[in-house]
Structure formats: structure tokens, C-alpha cells
């Protein structure tokens, strides 16, 4: 079992930013396919970043068009902590963010090539941002 716990939402206006962290604790692995997913009212629940990390530490990230520019994803293996930094913040970003652990997404291409879809093993509960214009 995984447990996954975010921090670091809050209440914004627009333009500027914040650092969403995701402590990871349990059955951890440095090679999971680890993932930030929003969702907004009335909408799915949809992929905004990715990452995977190999064996030798070479490290992999993917995004969505929304935000490719704006955020980063990255990780802290040695403490088990996922970050996703959002800069420009913008009032569509408003969601509640979930850091989840995908680990039927084997090795990069897996990773690489369905890291969007929702279908994590591990989720956390969320932390809310909500973006005014």
C-alpha cells in the first residue's frame, strides 16, 4: 500500500503561483509512474503533469497542453516528495489537485504513454486551488 498526502493549495489570484507537494510514505518506488491530476466542478478528472524516474536517475516528464510552460513536476526521491510548481496561475486552473502513483504504468513508454489517464493505484485526497481573476 501507498499513501499519498498533497499540501500546498490555497486561494490565488490570478498570475501568480504555488507549490502543490505530495508526501509519498509506505510501499514506495522511485520507479512509479507519479502523477498530478486535477478535477473542477462538472468536469472529469484530467492529467496535468507527469513523471517518471529510471533505475540510473534519468528523469522524464510529461505535461498537458494547458500547462506545458506554466507548471513543473518534479521529485524528491530521497524524501518521497512529488512537487508540482504552478506559476501564471490562471482562474481555469481552479481544481482540486490529486498527486496519485500509477503503477500499472510500466517503465517510460508506459509511463510516457498513459500517464494522463486516470486509472492511478494510489490516490491521495486532494488539495484545493481556486484561482480569482
Known amino acids: 500500500q501507498v499513501q499519498l498526502r498533497e499540501s500546498g493549495g490555497g486561494s490565488v489570484q490570478a498570475g501568480l503561483s504555488l507549490r502543490l507537494s505530495c508526501a509519498a510514505s509506505?510501499?514506495?518506488?522511485?520507479?512509479?509512474?507519479m502523477v498530478w491530476f486535477r478535477q473542477a466542478p462538472g468536469k472529469e478528472r484530467e492529467g496535468v503533469a507527469g513523471?517518471?524516474?529510471?533505475?540510473?536517475?534519468?528523469?522524464?516528464?510529461y505535461y498537458a497542453d494547458s500547462v506545458k510552460g506554466r507548471f513543473t513536476i518534479s521529485q524528491d526521491s530521497a524524501k518521497n516528495i512529488l512537487y508540482l510548481r504552478m506559476n501564471s496561475l490562471r482562474p481555469e486552473d481552479t481544481a482540486m489537485y490529486y498527486c496519485?502513483?500509477?503503477?500499472?504504468?510500466?517503465?517510460?513508454?508506459?509511463?510516457?504513454?498513459?500517464?494522463?489517464?486516470?486509472?492511478?493505484?494510489?490516490w491521495g485526497r486532494g488539495t484545493q486551488v481556486t484561482v480569482s481573476s
Open positions: 496519485a502513483a500509477s503503477r500499472w504504468l510500466l517503465g517510460p513508454s508506459g509511463c510516457g504513454g498513459s500517464w494522463h489517464q486516470p486509472r492511478a493505484n494510489y
Open positions: 509506505g510501499a514506495t518506488y522511485n520507479s512509479d509512474c
Open positions: 513523471i517518471y524516474t529510471g533505475v540510473a536517475g534519468s528523469t522524464r516528464t
